[in-house]
C-alpha cells in the first residue's frame, strides 16, 4: 500500500526554533549558540541533541499524543447517506465525504500512529487491528498531536481523505 501518511516533520511547526544570531543568549529557560535548533513548544525551550531525527519530529516532541486519539464520524442521518448514494449514481463516480454531513460517532484511543495503521492494514483486516466496527462510508481520525490523518471507508478498503473537515463533523449531532 503505497501513498500513505508521510511521517511528520518539524518543518513547518511553529515551536522549530533555529537560532542563527552569533551572540550566545539566555532565552526561554536555555543557553542558546549559534546554529543550534531548538523546540519552544513546551515550558521551557528544549536543543535538539545529536541523536535526534534531523527532518522528522523526535520522540520527546510536546505536542505529541500518546496513545493517538481514534475518533469515527458517520453520516449524521439517513436522508445524508441517502443524498450521498443518490448524487454518486448520478455523477457515475465515487465522492469525498465533507464534514457537514458527518457526525461522532465513537471516540477511542490507539497506540498505533497513523502511519503504523497504514502498514498494518496490508497484512490484516482492520477489525483484528483496532476494537471498533465501521459502516461504509465511514470516517476514521486518528490524531497523534501532530497532525490527524483521515481514513475514508468504503467498499472494505480504506484511501485518505486529507480534506476532511472534522471540527464540522464534531459540531453535527448524530440524528437516530
Known amino acids: 500500500m503505497?501513498?500513505?501518511?508521510?511521517?511528520?516533520?518539524?518543518?513547518?511547526?511553529?515551536?522549530?526554533?533555529y537560532y542563527s544570531d552569533p551572540i550566545p543568549q539566555r532565552a526561554m529557560g536555555v543557553m542558546m549558540h549559534l546554529g543550534e535548533r531548538f523546540c519552544t513548544g513546551g515550558k521551557k525551550a528544549r536543543r535538539f541533541k545529536r541523536g535526534d531525527p534531523k527532518i522528522y519530529v523526535p520522540g520527546w516532541c510536546p505536542k505529541r499524543k500518546t496513545p493517538c486519539e481514534l475518533r469515527v464520524y458517520a453520516f449524521k442521518s439517513v436522508n445524508e447517506w441517502w443524498l450521498h448514494m443518490s448524487l454518486e449514481k448520478g455523477l457515475g463516480r465515487s465522492l469525498l465525504?465533507?464534514?457537514?454531513?458527518?457526525?461522532?460517532?465513537?471516540?477511542?484511543?490507539?497506540?498505533?500512529?497513523?502511519?503504523?495503521?497504514?502498514?498494518?492494514?496490508?497484512?490484516?483486516?482492520?477489525?483484528?487491528?483496532?476494537?471498533?466496527?465501521?459502516?461504509?462510508?465511514?470516517?476514521?481520525?486518528?490524531?497523534?498531536?501532530?497532525?490527524p490523518v483521515f481514513f475514508y471507508y468504503v467498499d472494505g478498503g480504506f484511501t485518505l481523505t486529507p480534506l476532511f473537515n472534522a471540527e464540522m463533523a464534531r459540531q453535527n449531532k448524530k440524528e437516530g
Open 97 to 147: 465525504p465533507e464534514g457537514h454531513n458527518y457526525a461522532l460517532v465513537k471516540s477511542l484511543t490507539t497506540k498505533l500512529s497513523p502511519q503504523d495503521f497504514w502498514k498494518h492494514l496490508e497484512f490484516e483486516p482492520y477489525q483484528d487491528i483496532l476494537d471498533v466496527q465501521l459502516e461504509s462510508y465511514s470516517v476514521l481520525e486518528i490524531d497523534d498531536g501532530l497532525k
Open 2 to 17: 503505497r501513498n500513505g501518511p508521510r511521517k511528520p516533520v518539524c518543518g513547518g511547526c511553529p515551536h522549530n526554533l
